[in-house]
């Protein structure tokens, strides 16, 4: 009965369709398009906000990785481009600053936090629950409009005379809070700063409609262990920041008031300059706590979308149902719970009681243990699937390669006596690039590979797709397992020159292979901006269901309007998992298929 | 056969969907989850203050003998003991708890507003926010006064090294003790203020709806309950403010 239904509902989508433009001819451009309350458009446009700003962050690390790689060089070929930037042939040394720190902040808030959970929470969330739009429309595109405004503000701080926000993207005081300590410092982290409030602004009203959303909008039948695992994670992203980014906001506030209002939060007894500041009786440290307490499950909230999107694609791809189920929901959990309380592991060698200290090694190191659950569940879910390399399910394998490979340098680096020698090396560099910037990166690849059918009703190209894919694979452990090697020895990070140090000369050759493989791996992303582009407009047609997948966003019409499903909403009947159950006609039950009409593959407790 | 119904029937439990779990709209549930992230701001903020105030020296001498000096953090009852048209008259936070009172009765007043709406009666949700309305203005005001008293000063002020005398604070100086001292208690409290105030112009607007009379034609005030929710929170985060400013 449901599979007519499915294809009841199709025909009505065509006469919908038509239905539509006629019925929406006076929606003008600006409300359907530009300040739209319709989460598949505001999804839309954090993708393609997200996607301008990866490329720009690519473009900011590969002119750091040229001065790296080849420190001789001369750059006056970059001047028509950065200007006054490059001072008689080289790359001003401020401006480095500026560029890492701007490396930094783009990529770890503007795409991997707003382009990734932005563009998939507001995708994905109401087209798996089975509702019609996210709870409030209107605070979801202000959502967006905050965060195209802090985007803005955080653009154009990149062209002031003095240059952009340059302390780092971990902003420590008191190089933060004292406009005079360096260029940087002045007017560009204060447009830093109001980017960040603008940010977070938009992160919590976002945040707070995905979670209220998901809470009262399950359609009927989906219980919380029916969700897709996606929707789980997606769920707690959203929690972690609603619980974290207050505690920047507080943070920066407090550095605000230290840079512009004259009081001592953060500062006591500095020199400037061989002058004496009057500010006593504060503590930089108190900042570091603050910003990592937000900092620390920030890195979940990059990653867990990836989780959600990984475990989605492998088991359609792999046709098995996923392994352990509700194992995967509680290392969610787990994981969630514990980035709280494992922060001061960015601060062993920040003077704190080494007690502390060992404290908070223990904490971290227990996050080995969701970790390692996960892990083995993608892998027992591959294991003896009926395994279809699509370029999703290749970037999703490659999350899981990335997310081993460099957790497994986070339980060195978790570790409060290791920790010191590789403290702010290119060893901790090269693990969190590893273990949350590539890997979600690999997860947003995924995502967008996956799901492009159902944002465009078009396939992206296959084999761009899989050019894309090694290249990138390749790319990136050609940049990142070589910088272990130099961060074990020693090598600091955030150092414009290294020539100085003989100890380092002989990595004259390491770094410039790093550099290098760098450029090559940003430039193979053009590849993937074309396949985007293209594909929109010339793409293969998509079908209704492309990965015979069991989720309820495959039950829309292919291009679904607003509302998502033009008949009913669909109810739920099964968990999203029902891959190769024995028995079944097809390898795929969808999750709106009642167990009444697949008595031959109901198992005793499906009956109950 | 009965099987057949319950396989062709998606569940209906209070956690499977089609419903709202927690019998609270999305609307409710959001400015729960706005309360509970603003619970971490403010959270942020006095945690600065306990581990600020950690890192200065406690005074030890006797209560008598305490005089305002940098070298350690000064007794709020010290700090806080003037009241309006008492001029020089030692009455230890008396005022800061006259305040407290004036706040936590607009909370009193507030619930009679939202269970007025509960009944759907007009006039009443009207009475109650206008006097939920007095209230947190006059607790407004009282702070205005609170802070000018803390940066005009004492009578003495402090001795400089240069031999002049300050008086008063501000965000630099300080003659009640350290300097952060007086820059914590401007931004706490001056963040507690501007939330204060925030529910304020909220309240208003609840009651230029209520007056047009919307709630009525909606046939219910939700929203009065959802800001009624915010203004309890307000108070609540005072609670914590004046334990840890007045008290400890």
């Known amino acids: ?608 | 056969m009965s099987t057949t119904t319950t396989l062709e029937q998606p569940k209906t439990g209070t956690w499977d969907g089609g419903n709202e779990p927690m019998k609270a709209s999305y609307g409710k549930l959001m400015m729960w989850f706005f309360l509970l992230s603003d619970t971490f701001t403010f959270g942020a903020f006095l945690t600065t203050y306990g581990l600020i105030r950690h890192r200065h020296n406690a005074y030890t001498g006797t209560a008598e003998d305490f005089t305002f000096s940098t070298a350690y953090w000064p007794i709020p009852e010290k700090v806080f003991n003037a009241f309006p048209g008492f001029h020089g008259v030692d009455l230890p936070l008396a005022f800061v708890a006259l305040m407290t009172m004036i706040l936590i009765l607009s909370s009193v007043t507030m619930v009679l507003a939202v269970e007025a709406g509960h009944r759907i009666d007009k006039n009443d949700v009207q009475k109650w926010l206008l006097w939920t309305i007095l209230f947190g203005s006059t607790f407004l005001a009282c702070q205005a006064w609170e802070w000018s008293h803390f940066i005009t000063g004492s009578d003495q002020g402090m001795l400089m090294p240069d031999g002049t005398r300050f008086f008063g604070a501000n965000l630099a100086q300080n003659e009640y003790g350290p300097v952060l001292f007086a820059d914590l208690f401007f931004f706490i409290t001056g963040f507690h203020g501007t939330h204060v105030f925030s529910g304020i112009v909220l309240l208003i607007i609840m009651f230029i709806t209520t007056v047009n009379g919307t709630f009525q034609r909606r046939g219910h005030y939700e929203m009065v309950e959802k800001i009624g929710l915010y203004w309890h929170f307000v108070d609540l985060v005072w609670v914590f403010v004046f334990t840890f400013f007045y008290l400890v």
Not at chain 1, 168 to 191: E, K, R, V
Not at chain 1, 316 to 340: D, E, H, Q, V
Request: hydrophobic share 50%; aromatic share 16%; no cysteine.
């Open chain 1, 1 to 608: 009965m449901a599979s007519t239904d499915i294809s009841l509902h199709k025909d009505v989508h065509h006469d919908h369709d038509a239905h539509d433009e006629h019925d929406h001819h006076d929606q003008h451009f600006i409300f359907k398009y530009i300040f739209s309350q319709d989460h598949k458009v505001i999804a839309k446009q954090f993708l393609i906000t997200g996607i301008i700003w990866a490329f720009i962050g690519g473009a900011l690390s590969s002119i750091f990785r040229l001065q790296l790689g080849w420190p001789q060089a001369t750059m006056e070929w970059l001047e028509p481009v950065l200007g006054k930037w490059i001072e008689g042939g080289k790359l001003s040394p401020d401006f480095y600053l500026g560029l890492v720190t701007m490396h930094g902040t783009i990529m770890v808030f503007f795409v991997l936090t707003a382009g990734l959970s932005g563009t998939f929470s507001n995708f994905l969330i109401p087209l798996q629950i089975g509702a019609r739009d996210m709870a409030s429309g209107f605070l979801n595109m202000l959502s967006y409009w905050f965060f195209f405004l802090s985007s803005i503000v955080l653009f154009f701080s990149m062209f002031l005379e003095t240059g952009p926000a340059s302390a780092g993207w971990t902003i420590y005081p008191p190089l933060s809070a004292l406009p005079q300590a360096m260029p940087g410092s002045g007017a560009g982290m204060t447009m830093w700063i109001v980017a960040m409030a603008l940010f977070i602004v938009s992160q919590l009203l976002g945040g707070i409609n995905y979670i209220t959303t998901i809470i009262n909008l399950r359609t009927k039948g989906m219980s919380m262990t029916k969700l897709p695992l996606t929707i789980w994670a997606f769920l707690l992203t959203a929690i972690l920041g609603v619980l974290s980014f207050p505690v920047l906001l507080s943070a920066v506030l407090l550095l605000i008031f230290d840079r512009s209002f004259g009081t001592s939060f953060y500062l006591s007894e500095i020199y400037v300059a061989g002058e004496a500041l009057a500010n006593v009786g504060g503590s930089p440290i108190l900042f570091q706590h603050l910003f990592w307490f937000l900092g620390h499950p920030e890195v979940y909230i990059v990653i867990l979308p990836g989780f959600g999107i990984v475990s989605e694609i492998i088991a359609t791809n792999a046709r098995k149902p996923i392994f352990g189920y509700r194992a995967m929901i509680g290392s969610l959990l787990g994981i969630s719970l514990l980035s709280f309380v494992v922060w001061a592991h960015h601060m062993f060698v920040s003077g704190m009681n080494p007690f502390l200290g060992s404290v908070f090694m223990f904490l971290t190191l227990i996050i080995a243990v969701p970790s390692a659950v996960k892990v083995f569940n993608w892998i027992a879910t591959l294991w003896r699937g009926n395994i279809v390399f699509t370029v999703p399910m290749l970037f999703s394998i490659g999350f899981v390669s990335l997310f081993i490979s460099g957790g497994l340098t986070g339980i060195i680096l978790g570790n409060s006596a290791l920790d010191i020698q590789v403290h702010n090396t290119y060893f901790v560099v090269a693990h969190f690039h590893l273990v949350m910037g590539s890997s979600a990166f690999f997860g947003m690849f995924a995502g967008v590979y996956h799901w492009y059918p159902k944002m465009f009703g078009r396939m992206m190209d296959e084999k761009l797709g899989y050019v894309h894919f090694w290249l990138t694979f390749i790319g990136v452990y050609m940049v990142f397992m070589p910088m272990h090697y130099v961060g074990i020895a020693g090598f600091p990070r955030r150092y414009y020159s290294w020539t100085s140090f003989d100890l380092f000369s002989s990595f004259a050759n390491i770094n410039m292979y790093i550099s290098l493989a760098a450029i090559i791996a940003w430039l193979a992303q053009f590849i993937f901006l074309f396949n985007f582009v293209y594909s929109m407009f010339r793409g293969r047609k998509a079908t209704a269901n492309p990965w015979r997948s069991n989720t309820l966003e495959w039950t829309t019409p292919v291009n679904p309007g607003h509302g998502n499903w033009p008949g009913p909403i669909p109810a739920v009947y099964r968990w999203p998992y029902d891959y190769s159950k024995p028995g079944a006609e097809d390898d795929f039950i969808p999750q709106n298929v009642p167990f009444s009409q697949t008595q031959s593959s109901n198992l005793p407790h499906d009956k109950e």
